[in-house]
């Protein structure tokens, strides 16, 4: 029974020493055979690049459009296009984005990444509302007023910083610092040079003229009305002016001289017309504007918003304002002539009708009454509205004690004679 017994047990050994040397030739083999598809694998990966164009992180700029070089891949010396690229770059926001480029070539992937930062580095503008002042010395400062504007955050007006230095009591020359940053720490600062000056010998009073048509008879135009003007002798009410060192106001310095935020030269005259008719756009015979900027002198046109395109008047050197919406009529009111459609409306329809006029022109600086009429009520209408200033008829020259919604004005006629316009301005 013993022998029996030891026979089993070595072929028992046998048997598991042929199953460990079959197990140990297997692992040879698989490793062998991982080696050389390592060793292949490795091989063609190496044979497989990708190249970023350009820099690996590019800077573009908030709202410049960018543009993407790409990669180059290739395979050993052959070019390879199939690339694919994820990733997006939302050129109208700050941040940093991510493009991934991915070539698949022969059972192989490779990929390589770009960064791209997009920066806000332009500066906000500041716009002021009037520019250099003159202040009476004793007089008080008022801000005009200013805004402020950033290319990425849009309006930034309540983040502007004010510094003050004005001593009104003491004539000199100061500023005001207005500064102002983005939230990209771009900053600005600009500044407006106040002038405290003494005060003036006597009262500064100002011409405010007032002119209707303009045409040309030289070339055959005919008006027949007293208010019309003919351009040889607007010409040379202009040449005039000239040459006597009349500074021509724009109604912005006009209503600020009257508001004691500014001072104006002695010579100076504020030059307004009515309507919008003839000659006065270039729909009509285009005298007025040409003439304007060939003196290179302002004026104001007070145009009726419904009855001509108000892109007909565009020019540097000619402020609108509103002449009504519609209420440039001559109207009975319960059988009495009251001169003027306004003055036969009701509150309502006389608020609406601005409104429209204010909506078109988009500022209401001034006001100028239809055929000069008014009354209490539609004076405080149009204070109502907002207008900073009014105008009527009167003939005489305008103080800063003038009332500011019945502003006197001269009208200039087909008979002024240029003594008679000396006069007036004089």
Same mark, same amino acid.
């Given at each position: ?12 050994? #046998? ?13 040879? *083999? ?22 970023? #164009? ?19 891949? @290739? ?36 990929? *390589?990444?770009?960064? &791209?930062? &997009? ?53 000199? =020359? ?11 720490? #771009? ?20 011409? &405010? ?74 729909? #009509? ?20 918003? @419904? ?40 509150? =309502? ?7 429209? @006029? ?69």
């Amino acid at each position: 029974m013993s022998i029996v017994k030891v026979k089993k047990r070595t072929i028992l050994k #046998n048997k598991k020493v042929k199953v460990i040397i079959i197990v140990i030739s297997i692992l040879i *083999i698989l490793i062998g055979i991982g080696s050389i598809l390592y060793i292949n694998i490795h091989g063609l990966s190496n044979n497989l690049n990708i190249k970023i #164009n350009g820099d690996k992180t590019t800077i573009v700029e908030v709202g410049s459009e960018y543009q993407d070089q790409g990669v180059t891949a @290739s395979y050993d010396n052959e070019k390879l296009s199939d690339i694919k690229v994820t990733g997006k770059v939302d050129n109208n926001k700050i941040g940093i984005y991510e493009i991934t480029y991915t070539v698949k070539y022969k059972g192989i992937e490779k990929k *390589i990444k770009r960064k &791209v930062k &997009v920066i806000d580095t332009t500066k906000p503008t500041i716009n002021l509302v009037s520019s250099d002042i003159n202040l009476v010395v004793g007089s008080q400062y008022t801000e005009p007023g200013y805004s402020a504007k950033d290319n990425y955050d849009g309006d930034i007006t309540s983040n502007v910083k004010v510094t003050n230095n004005i001593d009104t009591s003491k004539i000199g =020359e100061y500023k005001v610092d207005y500064t102002v940053s983005d939230s990209s720490n #771009n900053t600005i600062t600009i500044s407006r040079k106040v002038n405290v000056i003494a005060k003036p010998k006597t009262e500064t009073k100002v011409a &405010v003229l007032n002119y209707h048509f303009f045409y040309d008879p030289s070339i055959g135009e005919v008006c027949n009305e007293g208010i019309c003007e003919d351009v040889k002798d607007f010409r040379a009410q202009l040449d005039y002016l000239k040459q006597n060192n009349y500074k021509t106001l724009t109604m912005k310095e006009f209503r600020d001289w009257m508001y004691g935020v500014t001072e104006i030269p002695e010579k100076s005259v504020l030059i307004t017309i009515d309507d919008g008719a003839m000659g006065t756009g270039k729909h #009509n015979g285009n005298k007025l504007i040409p003439i304007l900027e060939e003196y290179q002198m302002h004026a104001t046109l007070f145009l009726i918003t @419904s009855w001509w395109d108000i892109e007909n008047y565009r020019s540097p050197y000619l402020d609108i304002e509103s002449h009504s919406n519609d209420m440039h009529n001559e109207s009975w009111c319960q059988g009495v002539y009251r001169g003027a459609r306004m003055l036969c409306q009701s509150d =309502e329809q006389i608020r609406a009708d601005l409104q429209k @006029s204010i909506d078109v022109i988009g500022s209401k600086l001034a006001y100028c009454f239809p055929f000069y009429a008014y009354d209490n009520r539609t004076v405080n209408l149009v204070k109502s509205l907002g207008f900073d200033l009014a105008f009527i008829g009167g003939n005489a020259k305008a103080t800063r004690s003038s009332d500011k919604w019945r502003i006197p004005r001269y009208p200039i006629m087909a008979s002024t004679s240029l003594q008679s316009f000396i006069n007036i301005v004089s």
